[in-house]
């Protein structure tokens, strides 16, 4: 049984894109984060519906962006839309080992294989495998089960690793990303769906 518990809280909401974009933005100003969660919801700059929400968004943003580097953070903010998309991906698989198990283990795994598609049959048989090895999996309701992975396919759909129509498109990794997050380690360039090939000489 593996003592590396994972982390299942992201059933609330999805990549985040906008929202992100305003909490990067301003850590970069005020450099502390605590500073940017009391901005926020002091002036509800979320335009949350209820405080409880701001708070529960907002907390689960900055989870993901925490992951970051400095670095990283200035590139989200500076780079194009897909870049941007392509970090905040790299944010929740670093936040959610799960997501990066399953980024890594399924979703490019299908792609090097040549398997166009991703169902929800893929996610299942991957919970179901995982649930061996991961006790806390099996006090997960059916109910929040499907949740998980409704969130799970549209975050990969805002994030354009996937198609409305479950197919999967490869990652187009330009080489100032590259840069930016092989800093440390090749690992997070697994979380696509990409062929080594095409990184040769860009790693």
């Not at 992100?20 to 949350?48: H, P």
Request: include cysteine.
């Amino acid at each position: 049984m593996s003592n590396n518990r994972y982390s299942m809280s992201f059933t609330t909401g999805s990549l985040f894109h906008r929202e992100s974009m305003k909490l990067a933005v301003l850590y970069l100003e005020l450099g502390d984060w605590n500073l940017v969660r009391d901005k926020i919801i002091a002036e509800n700059l979320l335009q949350a519906r209820t405080l409880n929400t701001l708070k529960r968004v907002c907390r689960e943003i900055i989870s993901r962006l925490k992951t970051l580097s400095a670095g990283e953070l200035e590139f989200f903010v500076e780079g194009n839309h897909q870049e941007q998309g392509y970090i905040l991906w790299i944010a929740v698989c670093r936040r959610y080992r799960f997501i990066a198990d399953f980024a890594v283990e399924v979703l490019r795994e299908r792609h090097i294989t040549l398997k166009t598609d991703l169902t929800h049959k893929d996610f299942d048989v991957f919970f179901n495998q995982k649930s061996d090895l991961h006790s806390e999996l099996d006090g997960i309701s059916p109910t929040t089960r499907s949740k998980l992975r409704q969130i799970l396919f549209r975050i990969l759909r805002e994030t354009d690793l996937l198609t409305a129509n479950n197919t999967i498109n490869a990652a187009m990794l330009s080489e100032r990303l590259l840069e930016v997050i092989t800093q440390d380690s090749n690992r997070d360039v697994l979380y696509f769906p990409v062929f080594e090939y095409d990184l040769k000489g860009m790693i």
